[in-house]
């Protein structure tokens, strides 16, 4: 490709990503479970197929799938699924020069230790980072199919506000009513596929119609803030 066509390549996704790997394509990875899926879960389409537009066509790949931890939880069942395997395989058969992590449902649900998800978080962070790759953290979406779980999710998407730098993350948090999703309350349906990838989209493009903090954060370190499930507004549904 000569200097002029990757030159106008590297246009056509102005914004927070770049041809890291200087292969003169711009690819995306999309990492994470079943809301991640290639075509979503019983939906026409999914967050990452939507994410390519007439304006901005660059190349998608997916690594997703059902039942996946960005933790190593998935991965010690024997099951190559969880974050840090995604990972490779998006970086090694994919070339990825940006990946977006959509985890945190499956962690949760298996009782994974909300520390614990979000240091995952940072070494997969740190882990594209040495490839020349961009990375994004996407807040976890609610889980309607239990108050408990929903609490816990808001807890995780706190530490993550407060220990992922906000031009890394991705809001797929704020605004997700129980009307964006499919009737087990954990599934997103075609609406809820579409606002996660606007909200996607934004963040390749570098902007933010809103910021990820909320009048709700609580700043702190990961280690140094304990979780508390009662009574805290940190934890309370927006």
């Known amino acids: ?26 690819v995306v990875a999309c990492l994470g479970d079943s809301n991640t ?23 998608t790949a997916n690594q997703a799938s059902g039942g996946a931890t960005v933790t190593d939880f998935a991965c010690a069942l024997g099951i190559p699924i969880c974050g840090r395997a995604q990972l490779a395989a998006a970086l090694d058969e994919d070339a990825a020069d940006a990946v977006i992590l959509a985890f945190g449902t499956n962690d949760v649900a298996f009782g994974v230790e909300l520390p614990e998800i979000v240091l995952a978080y940072q070494a997969r962070l740190a882990e594209a980072a040495a490839r020349g790759a961009r990375a994004f953290v996407a807040l976890t979406p609610p889980d309607f199919r239990s108050r408990a779980r929903r609490r816990q999710i808001a807890a995780l998407n706190r530490l993550l506000r407060a220990s992922i730098p906000s031009e890394d993350l991705v809001d797929f948090a704020r605004g997700m009513t129980q009307s964006l999703y499919l009737r087990d309350q954990v599934h997103l349906n075609d609406r809820g596929q579409a606002k996660l990838a606007r909200r996607a989209r934004r963040a390749l493009l570098g902007r933010r119609r809103q910021s990820t903090n909320s009048q709700h954060d609580c700043p702190g370190r990961v280690m140094d803030a304990p979780v508390r499930q009662e009574r805290d507004p940190c934890l309370m549904l927006r």
């Open 37 to 59: 899926l290639p075509g979503g879960f019983l939906v026409r389409h999914g967050w990452c197929d939507r994410l390519s537009t007439r304006r901005h066509r660059w190349q």
């Open 1 to 26: 490709m000569s200097g002029l066509a990757a030159g106008l390549v590297a246009l056509a996704l102005a914004g927070a990503v770049r041809d890291g790997n200087g292969d003169g394509r711009l």
